[in-house]
């Protein structure tokens, strides 16, 4: 016998194929973006709500086709933008037509 297949006394094990790790998509850039914007227009110009919305919106349609990561992401970006630009324009309205 040869002394490779013996590691302290006890015989080698056959070689088991190990998967490989599978390379994650990178997250939707649109849908960083989307939620970026949608969250500065709670605080500064809600009207730009409607942009981080839409860019959200791309970002979670890329994550739908499995393009990348970041469906969660955009989904939060959109309700966000959207909430921050209806209050914007609620506060508008009632300002400016009182």
């Known amino acids: 016998m040869d002394e490779s297949e013996f590691v302290a006394g006890q015989p080698a094990r056959p070689e088991v194929p190990v998967a490989q790790p599978v390379e994650r998509l990178p997250f939707s850039q ?3 973006w989307g939620f970026v914007i949608s969250c500065v227009s709670l ?3 809600g009207f730009i709500g409607t942009l981080g919305a839409a860019l959200s919106g791309r970002g979670f349609r890329a994550a739908a086709q499995g393009r990348a990561r970041g469906k969660g992401l955009a989904i939060a970006g959109m309700i966000i933008g959207a909430a ?3 209050f914007w324009a609620v506060v508008f309205v009632l300002s ?3």
């Open 30 to 32: 649109l849908a960083i």
């Open 43 to 45: 605080f500064v110009f």
């Open 84 to 86: 921050g630009f209806l």
């Open 96 to 98: 400016h037509f009182r």
